[in-house]
Every structure is written in C-alpha cells, then in structure tokens.
C-alpha cells in the first residue's frame, strides 16, 4: 500500500472518534463561534458531515472514471437537508458516510495516485493530491472546532493567559485594532 494512502486512512480513521469527544461538550461551548465571522465547532462539524456526503468519496469516484467535478461551496451548498441535528446525531450520520469512503479508499492502488480529473477551479488535480487535501481539511475542522471551544477559557485563564497567544483570537483582535 502507498505510503499515501496509509497516511491518509490513518488520519481518516480517527475523525469520527474526535468528533464523538468533541460531541460530548457542553452544547453552550459547541455553539460558540471563536469570533465574529468564523464557524462554531457545530458549524465545522456539519460542514464535515457535508462534504463527508457529496464531496470526497465523489471526487475520488471521479478521477477514477476520469470525469470533471465541480467546486464545492459551503455557504451554497452546506447544511444540506439529508442531516441536521445535535451533536450526536451529526456523529452518528458521519460514521456510515466515512466508513464508505474508507472503503473505496481500501480500494485504490499506488497506480491510482497519479490518475487526474479536472475540477471545475483549480483545473487538473490528481488523486495523490486530493487525498492530502482531504487528510488536511478534515483534521483542519478539527483544530477549527477545538479552536472555538477554547476561547471562553483563555481569558479567564489569568496569568496563564500569554501561554495561549497563538490561539486566543480575543487577544488578536485587540491587537489588531490597537
């Protein structure tokens, strides 16, 4: 198996795990967005669940066959009506839809890898690269998702409070307007 493909269902793997744990967080904390503008971590996990159903397995199945394939646009097309819910229950509808797409990534072989279609935007792309897409952009909603739970704690965190200016957006949007 390439080393790419054991990478990524490596990462993959782990997803729906995460987002149980992160399930399990008090509702208040899931629905709060980090800052004005950016995705709660609720907001990030449907937006999973989204591209989970009608994005990747798809474009896999696409440069398989060779066929083009649009863009996805998440303010157009998230939040689509086959799933909505709490936490839970968006976790729940994402376990069959990953466990399918782990099985057609089962599927590919090293010869695979350099297969392309075309996508609507960014023109020729490969399958090796939209496996390391996918690998990033799933594990980014993560970081994405934790990134808002943290934010009610760190300023109440005192002294403590500097240890987390890489991640304290109340910080950096007052060092911005400053």
Same mark, same amino acid.
């Given at each position: 198996m390439s080393?790419? #493909? !054991?990478? $990524?269902?490596?990462?993959?793997? *782990?997803?729906?795990g995460r987002w149980e744990a #992160? !399930?399990? $967080?008090?509702?208040?904390?899931? !629905?709060r967005p980090p800052a004005d503008g950016?995705?709660?971590a609720i907001q990030a996990l449907q937006h999973v669940v989204d591209t989970e159903h009608g994005v990747f397995r798809a474009r896999m199945l696409a440069i398989l066959d060779g066929r083009p394939f649009e863009a996805f646009d998440p303010d157009a097309q998230g939040g689509v009506d086959h799933v !909505?819910?709490?936490?839970?229950?968006l976790v729940r509808a994402l376990a069959p839809l990953r466990a399918a797409s782990l099985e057609t990534l089962a599927?590919?072989?090293e010869a695979d890898l350099s297969? *392309? +279609?075309i996508h609507q935007e960014l023109g020729e792309v490969t399958m090796a690269e939209l496996l390391n897409e996918w690998a990033a952009h799933d594990t980014m909603h993560i970081v994405q998702a934790e990134r +808002?739970? #943290?934010?009610?704690? #760190?300023?109440a965190s005192g002294p403590w409070r500097s240890y987390f200016r890489d991640h304290d957006v109340e910080a950096g949007e007052a060092h911005r307007r400053a």
């Open positions: 080393d790419v #493909i !054991a990478l $990524v269902r490596s990462m993959l793997e *782990t997803s729906v #992160i !399930a399990r $967080v008090h509702p208040s904390l899931l !629905a950016e995705w709660s !909505a819910g709490s936490p839970p229950e599927g590919l072989r297969r *392309t +279609a +808002a739970l #943290i934010q009610p704690f #760190i300023p």
